[in-house]
């Protein structure tokens, strides 16, 4: 599975993005698929995952009732809209494939990252 995600920019605090992750390979449905960041000097931090049926979604605390996480299995794409963004959200966003949950450890295919800037 291949991975590009895109979306990133630069928005004001308070303001929404789009990120979408599109994925090669008709094996998109096997894998749950979630987002992660990175801000700089700091390690790689989970941000969301969905099901492969999307009856399972999971946020990290910091992102609850502002991010959603959603998947279209018929486009091959899993998406993550950002609302309500802050500073501390400044990171690059990645977007992996694999069969975890909130363990980055558990993915095996990774994008090549979006950068999301918030300014104050």
């Known amino acids: 599975v291949q991975l590009q995600a895109f979306g990133g920019g630069l928005v004001q605090a308070g303001g929404s993005l789009r990120l979408s992750c599109a994925a090669s390979g008709r094996t998109f449905t096997s894998y749950v698929m979630g987002w992660f960041r990175q801000a700089p000097g700091k390690e790689r931090e989970f941000v969301a995952y969905?099901?492969?049926?999307?009856?399972?979604?999971d946020y990290v605390d910091s992102v609850k009732g502002r991010f959603t996480i959603s998947r279209d299995n018929a486009k091959n794409t899993v998406y993550l809209q950002m609302n309500s963004l802050k500073p501390e959200d400044t990171a690059v966003y990645y977007c992996a494939a694999g069969r975890a949950t909130w363990d980055p450890r558990g993915y095996d295919y990774w994008g090549q990252g979006t950068l999301v800037t918030v300014s104050s």
């Open positions: 969905v099901s492969w049926s999307s009856d399972h979604k």
